[in-house]
C-alpha cells in the first residue's frame, strides 16, 4: 500500500494504480446517489477572496495562499485555495443568480485544502464529495430530513463499514446558551466543538475563562453535550435541564421532525447527538457528523447543516443545507488497514499476446475488435516468449490472454484463473460477466 507522502512532503495523498481505481469506483457511486435524487455536478474555481475565506468560518492558519513566485503583489496576493466547496458554492449562487432554478441542488467532488498537521484521516489536501440546496428567501424544515436520509443512502451504498450519522441543531446549542447569559455564542460553539479534543476539564476551564460565568453555571454546557439518543426522549431530557428560550424551543422542535420522520430507519443510523457543534460559524440550524463503525477515533467521515445566512444578493436571501463525505479521510483508514482493494491491479481484461512483430497488426485489429464490444484489451509491447508474457498479465491480474491465430486455424484464448485454453471466435467471444471489470474487494480490518 502506498503511503500518502512524498518525501517529506505529508498530508498530500497519492494513492496506486489500484488504490485511485478504488477511488473513482465510490466517487461514481456517489455521484449515481446524487443524481438519482436530481442534483446537478458543478465545478467551482480552486481559490477565493482571502476576506471571505476568513469571515465565514476559517482560521488563518487553515488557508493556504495563492500567489506568484517572483510577484510582490499582481492582485494575487489577496487569493487562498478553498478550505470547503460550501463558501465557493454560496459564491457561485450569487454570481449565477438569475441563470438558476430555485430551489438549486448541486454535487460536487472536487479537492479542497487545509493547512492543518497531517495524522491519520487528516490530509492537506484531500477530496469532498458534497450536495447541497439553496432556496430562495426560503428553505422549508423538512429539508433537514430529507438531506439527512440523502447522507444515510449514499453511505449505506459505499463497501465501508456503517455510518452512524450524528444530528444536532445550531439554535438548541445557542438558545440554550442565551439562556444561560452567554453572549458570545460564536466562541462558545468553537470552544464546545473541541470538547472531544480538550476532555470535560480542559474545556471548562476555558468555557469559564470566556464567559466569565460560575463554574456550576458553566458546567451546563456539559450537561448538555452529555445527552444523546435515537429517540424524542433526548427532547424531554433537554427540557429537564430547565432552561428555556424561544430559539432553543424552535431548535428543539426542529430536531423532532428529523428524529420523527428517521425512526424507522435500522438503530444507530441516525442518532442526536448533543456534542456535536460544528466549528465553522455558517452553520444557523441542523447540523451533521458521520461516524464509522469500528473507526470511531477516526472523528467525522462526514459532515455538513443548515446555513441560512452564509448568501443573500440585495433583499434576497439564499439559505442553504448541505453534506459533505471526506472520500479521502474515509480511504486514507481503509486503505491502512488493507480493508479495501481492487480484485485485480488493471481494468484490463484481455492481453493480446504478441508472437512477432510482423504480427502486431494482426494483434491490434483483435484488441479493436474486442474493444468495440466494450471489453477492456492491451496489447503486449514486444514479441517475448509466452510465459514472459502470461506473467505480465498474472501481475496485473489480467483473467485472459488472448492468442492470435497466425498460421494456426483458430484463435486461442487462456484463462489464467483455471489455466485452461480454448478456441475463441474474435467476432463473438466475451468474458464472464464476473471478472469483465475490476470489481472492488472489502475485507475486515
Same mark, same amino acid.
Given at each position: 500500500?502506498?503511503?500518502?507522502?512524498?518525501?517529506?512532503?505529508?498530508?498530500?495523498?497519492?494513492?496506486?494504480?489500484?488504490?485511485?481505481?478504488?477511488?473513482?469506483?465510490?466517487?461514481?457511486?456517489?455521484?449515481?446517489?446524487?443524481?438519482?435524487?436530481?442534483?446537478?455536478?458543478?465545478?467551482?474555481?480552486?481559490?477565493?477572496?482571502?476576506?471571505?475565506?476568513?469571515?465565514?468560518?476559517?482560521?488563518?492558519?487553515?488557508?493556504?495562499?495563492?500567489?506568484?513566485?517572483?510577484?510582490?503583489?499582481?492582485?494575487?496576493?489577496?487569493?487562498?485555495?478553498?478550505? +470547503? &466547496? =460550501?463558501? #465557493? $458554492?454560496? %459564491? !457561485?449562487?450569487? /454570481?449565477?443568480?438569475? +441563470? &438558476? =432554478?430555485? #430551489? $438549486?441542488? %448541486? !454535487?460536487?467532488? /472536487?479537492?479542497?485544502?487545509?493547512?492543518?498537521? #497531517?495524522?491519520?484521516?487528516?490530509?492537506?489536501?484531500?477530496?469532498?464529495?458534497?450536495?447541497?440546496?439553496?432556496?430562495?428567501?426560503?428553505?422549508?424544515?423538512?429539508?433537514?430530513?430529507?438531506?439527512?436520509?440523502?447522507?444515510?443512502?449514499?453511505?449505506?451504498?459505499?463497501?465501508?463499514?456503517?455510518?452512524?450519522?450524528?444530528?444536532?441543531?445550531?439554535?438548541?446549542?445557542?438558545?440554550?446558551?442565551?439562556?444561560?447569559?452567554?453572549?458570545?455564542?460564536?466562541?462558545?460553539?468553537?470552544?464546545?466543538?473541541?470538547?472531544?479534543?480538550?476532555?470535560?476539564?480542559?474545556?471548562?476551564?476555558?468555557?469559564?475563562?470566556?464567559?466569565?460565568?460560575?463554574?456550576?453555571?458553566?458546567?451546563?454546557?456539559?450537561?448538555?453535550?452529555?445527552?444523546?439518543?435515537?429517540?424524542?426522549?433526548?427532547?424531554?431530557?433537554?427540557?429537564?435541564?430547565?432552561?428555556?428560550?424561544?430559539?432553543?424551543?424552535?431548535?428543539?422542535?426542529?430536531?423532532?421532525?428529523?428524529?420523527?420522520?428517521?425512526?424507522?430507519?435500522?438503530?444507530?443510523?441516525?442518532?442526536?447527538?448533543?456534542?456535536?457543534?460544528?466549528?465553522?460559524?455558517?452553520?444557523?440550524?441542523?447540523?451533521?457528523?458521520?461516524?464509522?463503525?469500528?473507526?470511531?477515533?477516526?472523528?467525522?467521515?462526514?459532515?455538513?447543516?443548515?446555513?441560512?445566512?452564509?448568501?443573500?444578493?440585495?433583499?434576497?436571501?439564499?439559505?442553504?443545507?448541505?453534506?459533505?463525505?471526506?472520500?479521502?479521510?474515509?480511504?486514507?483508514?481503509?486503505?491502512?488497514?488493507?480493508?479495501?482493494?481492487?480484485?485485480?491491479?488493471?481494468?484490463?481484461?484481455?492481453?493480446?499476446?504478441?508472437?512477432?512483430?510482423?504480427?502486431?497488426?494482426?494483434?491490434?485489429?483483435?484488441?479493436?475488435?474486442?474493444?468495440?464490444?466494450?471489453?477492456?484489451?492491451?496489447?503486449?509491447?514486444?514479441?517475448?516468449?509466452?510465459?514472459?508474457?502470461?506473467?505480465?498479465?498474472?501481475?496485473?491480474?489480467?483473467?485472459?490472454?488472448?492468442?492470435?491465430?497466425?498460421?494456426?486455424?483458430?484463435?486461442?484464448?487462456?484463462?489464467?484463473?483455471?489455466?485452461?485454453?480454448?478456441?475463441?471466435?474474435?467476432?463473438?467471444?466475451?468474458?464472464?460477466?464476473?471478472?469483465?471489470?475490476?470489481?472492488?474487494?472489502?475485507?475486515?480490518?
Amino acid at each position: 500500500m502506498a503511503k500518502p507522502t512524498v518525501g517529506a512532503l505529508t498530508g498530500f495523498p497519492e494513492w496506486l494504480p489500484h488504490q485511485r481505481m478504488v477511488e473513482q469506483d465510490l466517487m461514481d457511486r456517489i455521484r449515481r446517489r446524487y443524481e438519482l435524487h436530481g442534483y446537478v455536478p458543478l465545478e467551482t474555481r480552486s481559490v477565493e477572496p482571502l476576506d471571505t475565506l476568513v469571515k465565514k468560518g476559517a482560521t488563518d492558519k487553515e488557508i493556504y495562499v495563492l500567489r506568484r513566485l517572483h510577484a510582490e503583489d499582481d492582485g494575487d496576493s489577496g487569493l487562498g485555495l478553498h478550505f +470547503d &466547496l =460550501t463558501i #465557493p $458554492f454560496a %459564491r !457561485y449562487v450569487v /454570481q449565477h443568480k438569475n +441563470d &438558476l =432554478t430555485f #430551489p $438549486f441542488k %448541486r !454535487y460536487q467532488i /472536487q479537492r479542497v485544502w487545509r493547512g492543518e498537521r #497531517p495524522q491519520d484521516g487528516r490530509f492537506r489536501e484531500f477530496y469532498q464529495c458534497d450536495a447541497d440546496v439553496i432556496g430562495m428567501n426560503n428553505l422549508p424544515v423538512w429539508w433537514d430530513v430529507e438531506m439527512t436520509m440523502l447522507m444515510r443512502e449514499v453511505l449505506d451504498d459505499l463497501p465501508i463499514p456503517a455510518v452512524s450519522i450524528q444530528v444536532n441543531n445550531r439554535k438548541i446549542l445557542e438558545g440554550f446558551y442565551r439562556a444561560l447569559g452567554i453572549t458570545d455564542l460564536s466562541a462558545t460553539l468553537r470552544v464546545m466543538d473541541k470538547l472531544d479534543k480538550l476532555g470535560p476539564q480542559k474545556t471548562l476551564a476555558e468555557l469559564e475563562a470566556l464567559t466569565g460565568l460560575p463554574t456550576a453555571t458553566a458546567s451546563r454546557c456539559l450537561d448538555l453535550a452529555s445527552i444523546s439518543g435515537s429517540d424524542l426522549d433526548v427532547l424531554r431530557r433537554i427540557e429537564a435541564l430547565g432552561y428555556t428560550d424561544p430559539l432553543l424551543q424552535e431548535g428543539l422542535s426542529e430536531m423532532e421532525l428529523v428524529l420523527r420522520e428517521t425512526a424507522s430507519l435500522p438503530a444507530g443510523r441516525v442518532v442526536a447527538n448533543l456534542r456535536i457543534a460544528r466549528g465553522l460559524d455558517y452553520y444557523t440550524g441542523v447540523v451533521y457528523e458521520g461516524v464509522m463503525a469500528g473507526h470511531e477515533q477516526l472523528g467525522s467521515v462526514c459532515s455538513g447543516g443548515r446555513y441560512d445566512n452564509l448568501a443573500s444578493v440585495g433583499k434576497d436571501k439564499l439559505p442553504g443545507i448541505g453534506v459533505s463525505i471526506g472520500l479521502s479521510r474515509i480511504l486514507g483508514r481503509l486503505f491502512g488497514r488493507g480493508m479495501l482493494d481492487m480484485s485485480r491491479k488493471s481494468p484490463t481484461c484481455v492481453l493480446v499476446a504478441l508472437a512477432t512483430e510482423e504480427t502486431r497488426a494482426d494483434a491490434r485489429a483483435v484488441a479493436e475488435s474486442l474493444r468495440a464490444r466494450g471489453i477492456a484489451t492491451e496489447v503486449f509491447d514486444r514479441p517475448l516468449k509466452w510465459g514472459k508474457q502470461i506473467e505480465y498479465a498474472d501481475a496485473k491480474g489480467i483473467p485472459y490472454v488472448w492468442f492470435p491465430a497466425g498460421e494456426k486455424p483458430d484463435h486461442e484464448v487462456r484463462d489464467l484463473r483455471s489455466r485452461t485454453q480454448a478456441a475463441a471466435d474474435v467476432a463473438s467471444w466475451m468474458p464472464e460477466e464476473s471478472v469483465s471489470r475490476p470489481a472492488i474487494v472489502r475485507k475486515e480490518g
